[in-house]
């Protein structure tokens, strides 16, 4: 007999600790604030009176900091813990929102970018790497995949909002989003106090197994991570200013398809995860969802310009979003001890970072070139050609027999 509905979801969220659902609520009034940079290049352009090529750069310097941050955060987790890195990097990205916010010339705007987002993106290693902490083998996908529910939520929330403060003044959002980040900081230290974080990770130290850089396994996997990133990353930027410029679709109905996403993951991805974790090894789960993800983008060259068209593409890019993302999380948790997680998580968001500048570039250079129909084909032979490198690189890892199990007590 097949369980009820009820059932299904009761299962999907019990056996994760307590922390893990307060790192999920300390995640969502972070992302809830989430609204300086998708409107950034908008406010740079309609307020301070940059030219394009300016908002632009504006962006890519958003990126640049978040790549170093990302590096640096790795580190310093590795080295002091993850406890009060969180801390100090959201205390510190919300007071500097409020600094950025104050800039009116180009260059002091891209200083203050640079290093708001350097201290803001030094959370996620982290980050990660307590989820892996107040996790265990049998429910880590899941711990991250109630992450990822909290940044959904967020997001949805915060650009909701967003939308709605930027038509009063652009000013309130980097007010906004500076509070939350602080909210977020102090939230944690209430809902988990240091001193008995402290003390567990000083029982459970255990050495270094080796580096990130010189793990061959792992850097294929980063390389086919960037891969499939960049071609996901078209779902917000390519796809949108597709469906406004070709299809004709308003900006509320293109906002609507992005909080369909949003909510398709809220409702579905514990559930399926919490039926397929654990039943094969996350490389078999991450080529499905990266071959549905380039489904989803060539569907785009022989569907009508219909309303239910793009509900058909919002469909399969989340499926495979729900099948690749969580197994990616879990994978590289793995292959790590508690003396590298920071660094193996910082390569990982690295790794997004980079897709997140290069991804759209490439996207809009194919578009601007030789148009839509050859972007959406490229997106596709990416990614197929990324999950048949995920399939291999799971052919390898079984034959040679170097995916380590990771221990029940992590850092």
Known sequence: MLPSPIQLYKKAYSGLSRNSWYLCLVMFINRSGTMVVPFMAIYCNKVLHFSLQQSGYIMGIFGAGS????????????????????????LMGGLLF???????????????????????????????????????????????????????????????????????????????DGSTNILAALLLLKLIPASKVVQSIKKNIQPVRESAYRDGIYLIFIALAILF??????????????????????EQFIGTLMAVNGLLIV?????????LEGKRHQLQYIPIGVVLTGAGFVLLNFLPAAYYASFVVIIFITLGE???????NSFWITRTTPGNRGEYAALYTIA?????????????????????????????????????????????????????PLEETVF
């Open 67 to 90: 790549i170093l941050g990302a590096l640096v955060g790795g580190k310093i987790t590795d080295r002091y813990g993850f406890y009060y890195m969180q801390i100090s990097a959201l």
């Open 98 to 176: 409020f600094l950025v916010g104050l800039q009116t010339s180009f260059f002091a705007l891209a200083i203050c970018c640079f290093i708001q987002s350097f201290f803001n993106e030094s959370f996620r290693p982290a980050n990660s790497t307590a989820i892996a902490y107040y996790s265990n083998d049998e429910n880590r996908t899941r711990s991250y995949s109630l992450n990822r529910l909290a940044v959904n939520l967020g997001w949805a929330f915060g650009g909701f909002l967003g939308g709605t403060l930027a038509g009063i003044n652009y000013h309130l959002l980097f007010w906004v």
């Open 229 to 250: 990133a960049s071609c996901f990353f078209q779902l917000f930027s390519m796809q949108s200013l597709f469906y406004k410029t070709q299809w004709h679709f308003s």
């Open 267 to 275: 409702c579905f991805e514990m559930v399926i995860i919490h039926r």
């Open 322 to 328: 729900i099948m690749a993302m969580p197994f990616m």
């Open 352 to 404: 997004w970072s980079i897709a997140q500048i290069f991804g759209p570039v490439a996207g809009a250079l194919i578009a601007a070139h030789w148009g839509y129909y050859p972007l959406w084909w490229s997106v596709g032979i990416v990614c197929f050609l990324a999950a048949f490198g995920f399939r291999l690189l799971y052919h390898y890892t079984a034959k040679k027999k170097t995916v380590v």
